[in-house]
């Protein structure tokens, strides 16, 4: 889709009309903490994939309005198949996602059928499908942990939160090779080089970051862990390793203090910009809401098998 402009609006009548559609449709805007500021700002609830998945399950609102990329959407559908659920640009995909092709995974599920399959949620519906349980970054420790010591596991799609999972647990697991591009892209040297220049700061990582990267962060966890850990720590200066989406919230919670996104391999970006989730615009929002277009359709042989897994994910998070 193009990024020009097919609406009269300037960007704060857009955020007007998409309040008042919001209101008309009895829809619910939910809005992960990569999106832009603005979005975030208008959204009825920003989170993490986990947070998002509880919102979801629980909303009454007639229509999803989900402001972050396809997987995403595609979960609440699959937990609210009555409800419409629309996503401002159909095209925001995700690299993990991307990483895990239904019919290699598929084969390599069936070639080992006696592991249990823990699917992290930055995968699609069809994987899901052929997942036991479903996790997130925050509570990947706790599901693998609520599997029996002696059942093997595959975990899938992201080997650098399963490496991550798997230190924590002591549990040997058998990993798919997929991983996130953004959290790839982290220079190790130019972070030591920041961390010199900058000693009083804390340098602070999400999991689907690599080994040599979590090695040399005083704090480990998912985007909500590291919202919370920066409000609660006595540091007034971090050097923030994920999506610099994060960063919105981040200030809002702790205008006191200085965050410094973790530079990248990139000579021409200084942090680590997720472009799918930036694919979304205020413009995008706009027409999605007003035109309730693009929707997020989930077959249903596929929907009741994916709902397996992520209830007992939920259950597990209760």
Not at 98 to 120: I, L, M, N, Q
Not at 130 to 141: H, M, Q, R
Not at 169 to 191: Q, S, Y
Not at 232 to 239: L, Y
């Amino acid at each position: 889709m193009s990024d020009l402009k097919v609406t009269p609006f300037t960007d704060e009548e857009l955020k007007v009309e998409i309040r008042k559609l919001i209101k008309e449709k009895n829809a619910v805007l939910l809005a992960h903490f990569y999106q832009e500021g603005d979005i975030q700002d208008l959204a009825d609830y920003v989170g993490d994939s986990l947070g998002l998945s509880q919102q979801a399950a629980k909303t009454d609102a007639d229509m999803i309005v989900f402001a972050g990329v396809h997987f995403m959407a595609e979960t609440a559908k699959i937990i609210n198949p009555s409800k419409k659920v629309v996503i401002p640009d159909l095209a925001a995909s995700c690299s993990l996602s991307e990483s895990c092709p239904t019919p290699d995974f598929k084969s390599f599920v069936e070639a080992h059928a006696d592991h249990t399959v823990v699917s992290y949620i930055n995968c699609s519906a069809e994987i899901k499908a052929l997942s036991d349980i479903i996790c997130t970054s925050a509570n990947a420790v706790k599901v693998v942990k609520s599997i029996p010591e002696d059942q093997p596991i595959i975990f899938a799609p992201d080997k650098n939160l399963g490496a991550y999972v798997m230190k924590q647990t002591g549990r040997k697991m058998l990993l798919w090779d997929g991983a996130c591009m953004v959290h790839e892209a982290f220079n190790i040297d130019k972070i030591l080089k920041l961390h010199e220049e900058h000693p009083d700061a804390t340098f602070i990582a999400h999991p689907e970051s690599e080994d040599h990267i979590l090695k040399v962060a005083k704090y480990v966890g998912s985007t909500t862990g590291m919202i919370n850990y920066v409000k609660n720590d006595p540091a007034q200066k971090f050097i923030v390793g994920t999506e610099v989406g994060i960063l919105h919230q981040m200030h809002k919670e702790v205008p006191e203090k200085i965050l410094i996104p973790a530079p990248v391999n990139d000579e021409t970006c200084n942090c680590s910009e997720c472009g799918f989730m930036k694919m979304n615009t205020l413009e995008k929002l706009y027409l999605c809401l007003k035109n309730e277009q693009p929707e997020i359709n989930v077959p249903e042989s596929i929907r009741e098998r994916a709902m397996l897994p992520i209830q007992r994910m939920l259950d597990l998070s209760k």
